[in-house]
């Protein structure tokens, strides 16, 4: 090759990328990656609205807990009837329940999982032993966590109690008594 048309296939490699038609496939792209960057904003949006929407039915421990509590009360009475299947059932749900707390809320999960874990070996070892003794013992020690737990989340005004006197009605571990309203009177006279 000559130096005549070396520098001209030099010149060329230059002025290569500002050719016209090197400039127009940059601008399709430019457009083509513009319009992919506004779909993809648009389903952020989109995206942000819906994540929005299920942080407000997203469940939380007090959603929670009136079917933790209903477990609870089932397994109080199967036990009492020797019914050890059931009160297995039951047990084992509350367990996993306890696992769905953490996913739910790891603070309170872990508190909940502290509080629990010596009472569900209490409970488990009386129900393998089939033993309505140790099993109401377990109960009656399992009730002074869940009560301290409560305290120790703020809400001690819930207060459960084995001493329920209509057998299977839901929830009524609950123990109501006589009680003041809790924070300030808001409505206007
Ligand atoms: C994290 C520790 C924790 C433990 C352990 C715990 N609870 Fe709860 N419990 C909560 C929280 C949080 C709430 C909701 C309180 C609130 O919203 O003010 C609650 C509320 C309740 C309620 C009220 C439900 C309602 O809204 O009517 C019941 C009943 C209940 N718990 C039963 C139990 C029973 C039974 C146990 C033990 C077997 C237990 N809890 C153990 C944290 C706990």
Known sequence: MNSKSCTLLLALAVLLPF?????DSDSKEIQAL??????LRAEVAKLRKSVASLQVIRPTLTTLMPDFAERFHIMHYAG????????????LEMQRMVGVASAIDPEKGALMKGFMTGSFNKI????E?????SFIKALTDTVKNCNACHTAVGSGFIVITLDVDESLS????????????MGQHMHKH
């Not at 009492?80 to 047990?91: K, L, P, R, S």
């Not at 488990?124 to 129900?127: G, L, P, Y």
């Open 19 to 23: 050719s016209p038609a090197m400039a």
């Open 80 to 91: 009492e009837a020797g019914d050890w299947a059931v009160a297995t059932h039951e047990f």
């Open 34 to 39: 513009t319009k992919e960057v506004r779909a």
């Open 170 to 181: 839901m929830r009524h571990p609950h123990q109501l008594t006589r009680s003041k309203m």
């Open 129 to 133: 032993h089939e033993d309505p003794k």
């Open 124 to 127: 488990n070892a009386a129900i």
